[in-house]
């Protein structure tokens, strides 16, 4: 089932989400139900609480950016892997580079925009996969920006707060008409 995606404003998406155990309700029903509305809204990351969950729960899909780029874009973008598609429950990010890169981001939850985010090229995350089984992998160029951005989403974090405050001023207006939702998208808003 897809479903709707909260938009900016909603107070779920500033909230620190919750732990979960592999015995939360419905957990694969919920999972699946993500990875469905994520395509149609040409996403590459979806946070459960941009569905209304406030639990520590991502899927990430950089593979659909690595499968669209040329060769040298790819050499670029990505390092050590050929994107991902995976669930993160209950991650932990436990080490950041000091190397950092500017690049634009854009989020479901606020459609229309997109800004320049500085972050960590390379990290370091623990978690735990849909099938309940612990990780510790480490995730450089725009798979680890993708992680960084929806881990953002379970720590109650948008991308717009990396953006100076000259900048987010000049947002207001736009941010102002999503809460309201005021724009149009491809799929169904919250």
């Known amino acids: 089932m897809i479903l709707p995606i909260v938009s900016y404003g909603k107070s779920i998406l500033r909230q620190k989400a919750k732990d979960i155990d592999k015995d939360y ?99 370091v995350i623990e978690y735990f996969d849909r099938d309940f089984q612990k990780h510790t992998k480490t995730f450089s160029g725009t798979t680890a920006r993708v992680i960084q951005h929806e881990y953002d989403h379970t720590e109650g974090k948008l991308y717009v707060d990396y953006v100076n405050p000259i900048k987010r001023k000049l947002l207001k207006g736009k941010l102002i008409k999503i809460s309201k939702g005021q724009v149009k998208t491809r799929y169904k808003m919250e």
């Open 25 to 123: 309700p419905y957990l694969k029903e919920l999972i699946d139900n993500m990875w469905k509305t994520l395509y149609p809204a040409d996403g590459t990351g979806l946070a459960a609480p941009q569905v209304n969950h406030s639990i520590k729960l991502f899927i990430v899909d950089s593979k659909v950016i690595y499968d669209n780029l040329e060769e040298e874009e790819r050499e670029e973008f990505f390092e050590g892997d050929c994107g991902i598609k995976e669930t993160f429950i209950n991650a932990r990010i436990i080490d950041y580079s000091e190397d950092k890169w500017i690049e634009k981001e854009g989020c479901l939850s606020l459609p229309t925009l997109s800004e320049d985010v500085m972050r960590p090229w390379t990290i």
